[in-house]
């Protein structure tokens, strides 16, 4: 059983580029979520996909970052004109879904590292 | 509003002391809560969780936790730590309402034991 993938692991990038990371859920995990982790801090939930939908927002995705699941499997986070203040861990999360029972563990992947120059 | 906080950014304990890491919540309804550990540049590992029944809850790797809903509190706890225990803890509450479906952590406590 493979666990949450996600890609790159760490990307450094100047100010004002765009970058996009991906991840893989475990299979059949019709869940996802992306969060966000500082140095020092917990991880900061970002957004929330219950298969291609997007069913939640945290005010931290400005209109910069946008997040895709168009098949229901994969996602994708995009950061367009990355600021300094976006440097952080990226963590994909993904879990199943029990008739709708908000009980499921949220199992994480390893992360994607940004460093925004 | 609900919130986890853990009072500690450290606790340094002797290998094969027992270990204790704490945690506070704050929240309406029914509590669901988890507990997770980080080794440096990885993800999140689930260690265990509540959600309702027995106070005292095992997890992986030895760990355990106790839900005191009189102290709301949801303390880690290991009988006998070892070295290779030292990293960082998170405790987790579940948000829940309408679509929400997210985990509100605290800010990590780290735990180091020494041989």
């Known amino acids: 059983d493979t666990g949450v993938s996600q890609d790159p692991r760490h990307k450094i990038t100047k100010r004002g580029q765009n970058v996009t990371f991906r991840c893989d859920p475990i299979s059949e995990h019709n869940r996802l979520y992306w969060y966000r982790q500082t140095l020092g801090q917990g991880p900061e939930f970002l957004t929330y996909f219950q298969n291609e939908a997007q069913l939640e927002k945290s005010r931290l995705l400005s209109d910069r970052f946008s997040a895709e699941r168009p098949k229901g499997s994969f996602s994708t986070l995009e950061i367009q004109r990355t600021e300094q203040g976006d440097s952080a861990m990226y963590l994909c999360a993904s879990s199943p879904s029990t008739s709708g029972s908000f009980t499921d563990t949220q199992y994480f992947g390893p992360g994607t590292r940004l460093t925004v120059l | 509003a609900q919130s986890v906080a853990q009072p500690e950014d450290q606790v340094n304990v002797a290998e094969g002391n027992p270990l204790t890491v704490k945690c506070t919540y704050s929240v309406s309804g029914n509590p669901y809560l988890f507990w997770y550990v980080q080794y440096p540049n990885r993800g999140l590992q689930f260690l265990l969780k509540?959600?309702?029944?027995?106070?005292l809850v095992k997890g992986s790797y030895g760990f355990e936790a106790e839900f005191n809903k009189s102290q709301t509190s949801f303390h880690l706890k290991k009988p006998s730590a070892l070295v290779s225990d030292s990293a960082l803890y998170f405790c987790a509450v579940r948000v829940l309402g309408g679509a929400t479906n997210k985990l509100i952590f605290g800010t990590g406590t780290l735990l180091a034991v020494q041989p």
């Open positions: 509540y959600i309702t029944g027995d106070n």
